[in-house]
């Protein structure tokens, strides 16, 4: 449960805390949300922020982004009203805003969590009332995990293979709704078998490991995804949330399987077959209606120079790729990497995931603020790991108070910032009593990540924002 500095005595935050929940205080509510959207996102359950007052314009730019991300994230706020404006903006940016009453609050609350999962996924406002908050609640008895959904139907499985096995050149386009690790153990099953290349969206990275000679990095506008889908014959777009498939380019002429948990819906294409439900079961069922299959048709070799192509060209020479492969190649497995603002695209090129979860960004690749809170969130979820944030100026500035946040949780968080005003990072880092280095090449760089990985608490690492301060590396 997330909640502000300002409101550490709120009455439902220390109720929280008596009963053995886990409160961590941010400073801002867009914090908040980014920390509980993470929350979500590696958990499977859903993240909590409470606010003490009807905050809700300050609210509006945090539960925004959970909106865009589809987070399963629950906003508890005071009721809006009278302040009729705000309440209509609070319901623009949620699914659902929902008021409880003592007699049925568990039953909404159970609602509310089965909402915030439901596809598309996204945030939910509760409002409690104090007189309500303090009242005795009526226990029930309920299911809070949402249903499963309801198994594929046989036809459109039918249809799907027949798609599949007329295909000669398929290529496979995962999303964020395919993170699940049942999921992506069919999913590699499928791309191998059949075989397939994939491509992936930045919330999707891990899905298929990135090192993987059948993954070949991002679906979005690159050179890679482009010469891919030009040779495709047939789109498989498995768990693509819609604004996810708007980041990729569609050719019209070419044909798409759509899987996932709902229909194609808002995506900008028009499915030749669509298939419904789980989507590991989807895979499942479909295994043995290609047990027959024809091998695709894809040249290997062709394969291979476009995944040479996907580590060459595609920045490996340059800003800020040699910081995050330097980074990767020092962190041990399993660290987790966090990305935001305009250096977001080129971190989830660089930093090869080999397990869904590994590479945390915002679908809006313009989201600045959203790195520091979501990597200590990703600390607080798995303490045993590393977690490294990539930033620039701006998401440093905005979420620079969170480093007091990281000092007093004691989470070393390693804060790389791609600035060309090296001496005002390190300012505000030594007023929160972080650490901070000044890397202005590859090897003062691998120095400071050494650092960073010894240190019991947070160090902020600030990289030049131009080539120009740059060495080549050896």
Request: aromatic share 4%; with cysteine; hydrophobic share 50%.
């Amino acid at each position: 449960m997330f909640g502000l500095a300002g409101a550490a005595d709120s009455p439902l935050l220390v109720a929280a805390r008596e009963r053995g929940l886990a409160v961590v205080l941010a400073h801002t509510v867009t914090a908040a949300c980014a920390m509980a959207a993470v929350t979500a996102d590696l958990t499977d359950a859903p993240g909590i922020v409470v606010l003490d007052t009807p905050a809700v314009p300050v609210a509006l730019s945090g539960l925004g982004r959970c909106m865009v991300d589809g987070s399963p994230v629950i906003l508890v706020t005071p009721p809006s009203q009278p302040l009729a404006r705000q309440a209509s903006a609070l319901a623009a940016m949620t699914k659902a805003v929902i008021p409880l009453a003592p007699e049925s609050a568990g039953h909404w609350i159970a609602h509310a969590v089965h909402l915030a999962f439901g596809v598309p996924r996204g945030p939910v406002a509760i409002e409690l009332s104090p007189a309500v908050a303090m009242a005795s609640a009526i226990p029930i008895a309920t299911a809070l995990r949402p249903a499963a959904l309801p198994p594929p139907e046989p036809s459109a499985l039918d249809e799907a293979a027949r798609v599949l096995s007329s295909a000669a050149r398929p290529v496979v386009l995962v999303g964020m709704l395919a993170r699940s690790a049942d999921a992506a153990g069919w999913l590699r099953a499928f791309a191998e078998a059949t075989p397939a290349p994939v491509l992936s969206s930045p919330r999707a990275k891990g899905v298929l490991p990135d090192p993987h000679p059948l993954a070949l990095g991002l679906c979005g506008r690159g050179p890679v995804a482009r010469a891919v889908l030009a040779r495709a014959d047939l789109v498989v777009a498995v768990g693509l949330d819609p604004i996810e498939a708007a980041q990729t380019v569609w050719d019209p002429r070419k044909a798409v399987l759509h899987v996932g948990p709902s229909a194609a819906g808002d995506a900008p294409y028009r499915a030749l077959a669509d298939v419904i439900g789980d989507i590991g079961l989807i895979f499942a069922e479909l295994a043995p209606r290609l047990r027959d299959r024809p091998r695709a048709d894809w040249d290997v070799a062709e394969l291979d120079r476009l995944k040479r192509l996907l580590l060459g060209s595609e920045g490996h020479g340059e800003l800020p790729e040699r910081f995050v492969r330097l980074a990767r190649d020092a962190t041990p497995p399993g660290t987790i990497a966090v990305a935001d603002g305009t250096v977001r695209d080129a971190c989830a090129r660089a930093w090869h995931a080999v397990a869904p979860g590994e590479f945390l960004a915002p679908n809006d690749s313009s989201v600045t603020g959203f790195g520091i809170p979501a990597a200590l969130a990703a600390l607080l979820i798995h303490p045993e790991r590393h977690a490294v944030c990539f930033t620039d100026t701006a998401g440093f500035t905005e979420t620079v108070a969170e480093l007091d946040t990281a000092s007093g949780l004691e989470l070393p968080v390693i804060v790389v910032v791609w600035t060309d005003d090296a001496a005002g990072v390190k300012a505000d880092a030594r007023a929160s009593g972080i650490a901070s280095i000044a890397a202005r090449d590859e090897a003062a760089f691998g120095w400071a990540i050494e650092r960073a990985l010894a240190a019991k608490g947070p160090t902020v690492i600030s990289v030049p924002a131009t080539s120009g301060s740059v060495t080549t590396p050896v």
